[in-house]
């Protein structure tokens, strides 16, 4: 009676311990990059007024500080409701095989609300916020003038980015966290040794606005290669 009870016991352990082994393989990317991917991140965000400071000077710190509030409020508010409804059906669109086409139109949607947002603080930002804040704070629309461009691809790449999730291709994702953080460092040092806030300021754009497009450059892979692979399909045994 004893082995019979014990043999289907160790063979449903066994199972057990085989499935386990499989969900590891298959999340392995999500156990080995999350928890590092999003302290990088972070740490980019962090980072930027700590350097501002050190560099520049609070005075630089501060200006740039309410000048990024400004930009992320509004985006923010957009970005969060559209990015949680992006990984629901995104995640639906992937076993549909329409992933691609799905994020490439909510890209466009994303440039053109947007877009307006960006061209106004690019253009009339420094007389905005003198008119708003004070001629105290008219520095900060500068640097909001500045950062504009980089705003916009900034907004349109946070949602796409959450393919990286469903596909589970996190170690993607930590390596554009990566590579963010890297460059801000160096734009910001690169400004100080030249003495100017504006050219640290300039090349945090530029490099932002790089990483930002090899973020959706890499979804819209990623998506399509999922689109086309006949062996993920949901027909196919």
């Known amino acids: 009676m004893i082995a019979i009870v014990l043999v289907p016991e160790f063979k449903y352990k066994k199972v057990n311990a085989i499935k386990n082994i499989e969900l590891i393989k298959k999340y392995k990317n999500s156990l080995l990059y999350d928890t590092w991917g999003a302290l990088i991140n972070n740490l980019s965000w962090m980072i930027v007024p700590i350097l501002m400071n ?10 740039y500080s309410i000048g990024l509030r400004v ?28 992933l691609y086409d799905y994020a490439k139109g909510i890209s466009f949607k994303l440039l053109k609300y947007t877009l307006p947002f960006g061209i106004l603080m690019l253009v009339f930002g420094k007389w905005i916020f003198s008119f708003t804040f004070g001629t105290q704070w008219e520095r900060s629309g500068v640097y909001v003038q500045i950062l504009a461009p ?14 990286y999730i469903i596909m589970q291709k996190q170690n993607i994702s930590f390596f554009t966290s990566s590579l963010n ?35 959706i450059f890499l979804c819209f892979i990623i998506s399509k290669k999922n689109d086309t692979d006949n062996s993920l399909s949901p027909s196919k045994n």
């Open 71 to 98: 930009i992320q409020l509004p985006i923010s508010i957009i970005g969060s409701s559209i990015g949680q409804v992006f990984i629901k059906t995104a995640s639906e669109k992937k076993s549909q095989k329409q």
């Open 150 to 163: 980089w705003a916009v691809l900034w907004f349109i790449s946070s949602p796409i980015s959450s393919i």
């Open 54 to 63: 050190y560099y520049y000077g609070s005075y630089a710190a501060g200006q």
């Open 181 to 215: 953080l890297i460059t801000r460092i160096l734009s910001l040092y690169i400004g100080y040794r030249f003495k100017s806030d504006i050219l640290g300021l300039v090349l945090f754009m530029i490099s932002g606005l790089l990483v930002s497009g090899i973020s």
